[in-house]
């Protein structure tokens, strides 16, 4: 029922800033218990989970990623961003934006909603 796409740029040089956003249809961002995050998969493996926004705007991380992901939210305009800063060929990925309602007050491993997922290549 919550719908998502993701927009942003789709080819990157090494050491610029990845900035993709999420539109929200069918759907508010501040939902309560509802998180609204970023996953990644890079060509040939599996997918990865990259942080999330929850309802009240406290953000989470991947540890692997924390210090350089950043998720933001525009309350007004129903949408919430990713950026990634220092991009390298190793984050070419397909990103997906998508939303879930928590379980037990938790970000479930599993997210209910999926954008299209956008391809980001890194390449010099």
């Known amino acids: 029922q919550v719908q998502l796409q993701e927009s942003g740029p789709g080819l990157l040089k090494p050491s610029q800033t990845l900035d993709l956003t999420c539109s929200v249809s069918s759907g508010s961002i501040r939902t309560s218990y509802y998180a609204w995050g970023w996953i990644r998969q890079p060509p040939g493996k599996g997918l990865e989970w990259m942080g999330a926004?929850?309802?009240?705007?406290?953000?989470y991380y991947s540890p692997s990623l924390k210090s350089r992901a950043s998720i933001f939210r525009d309350t007004s305009k129903n949408r919430f961003s990713l950026q990634l800063t220092a991009m390298s060929p190793e984050d070419t990925a397909v990103y997906y934006c998508?939303?879930?309602?928590?379980?037990?007050?938790?970000?479930?491993?599993?997210?209910?909603?999926w954008g299209q997922g956008t391809q980001v290549t890194v390449s010099s």
């Open positions: 926004i929850v309802y009240d705007g406290i953000t």
């Open positions: 998508a939303a879930t309602p928590l379980v037990g007050g938790r970000i479930p491993s599993e997210f209910a909603y």
